[in-house]
């Protein structure tokens, strides 16, 4: 898939999971529950140095996920998650050198960001889009629609706090795409002591998702 089709999919379908898989035999059937129920995205973060290698061993039977790998701080790392078959890659802060590293592979990299200067010098490092964290005073659409403002032709997928409840908001703000963990049932405070939504929980949450899209985003969708 070419780096311009995944980026207009990860838009046109306005919803990426954002979950942790610790084997391939949990990422396939985390990856089939959320194709069945209508999302084809998800960005696995860098839990482990085995993430990759996951990844790697069940691209290829899932092609319509649309799979990214997360917390990536490193040129080795983002490599690997390239050759492994990750369609994105996404960093938790400017790193120059992984933005340099995709942009020579033709893959979308994701820069995480808080302030209206990460922001700048994401984009000014030629990141595709921008992660875009609650910052110290603002948090939500609120801050979504402040930033995009600021910038008013960037990429934004917000992250934190997303649920069924406010992610028409984030979308009528101005976010392009928004990543989704807490909304789907995940969380990563706990790490590893952290329990994950059942099969029939995660469908619920994404169905749930989906039907609060605005109508034009939800047509999208399917």
């Known amino acids: 898939m070419l780096k311009k089709e995944v980026l207009q999919r990860l838009d046109s379908h306005r919803l990426i999971a954002l979950a942790r898989a610790d084997s391939a035999a949990q990422l396939r059937e985390l990856g089939q529950t959320l194709l069945d129920a209508g999302l084809p995205q998800l960005e696995l973060p860098l839990t ?16 319509q996920l649309t799979l990214g790998l997360g917390t990536v701080i490193d040129t080795d790392t983002a490599r690997r998650g390239i050759l492994a078959g990750a369609r994105f890659i996404s960093t938790p802060a400017l790193r120059p050198e992984v933005i340099l590293l995709c942009r020579r592979h033709h893959v979308p990299v994701i820069c995480g960001a808080h302030s209206t200067a990460e922001i700048e010098a994401a984009l000014e490092a030629g990141a595709d889009a921008v992660k875009l964290y609650p910052s110290r005073d603002r948090f939500g659409p609120t801050h979504v629609r402040e ?17 069924a409840s406010n992610v028409a908001d984030f979308i009528h703000c101005g976010a392009n795409a928004v990543f989704v963990a807490s909304g789907l049932g995940f969380s990563f405070e706990d790490g590893a002591a952290a329990t994950p939504p059942s099969a029939h929980e995660l469908a619920d949450h994404v169905r749930a998702l989906i039907a609060a899209l605005p109508a034009a985003d939800i047509a999208a969708t399917n």
């Not at 482990?48 to 092609?63: K, N, R, Y």
């Not at 930033?147 to 649920?163: E, H, I, S």
Request: zero cysteines.
């Open 48 to 63: 482990s140095p085995a993430v990759p290698d996951i990844i790697a061993a069940v691209a290829a039977d899932l092609p």
């Open 147 to 163: 930033t995009r403002q600021r910038f008013p032709d960037a990429r934004l997928y917000p992250v934190g706090g997303v649920n």
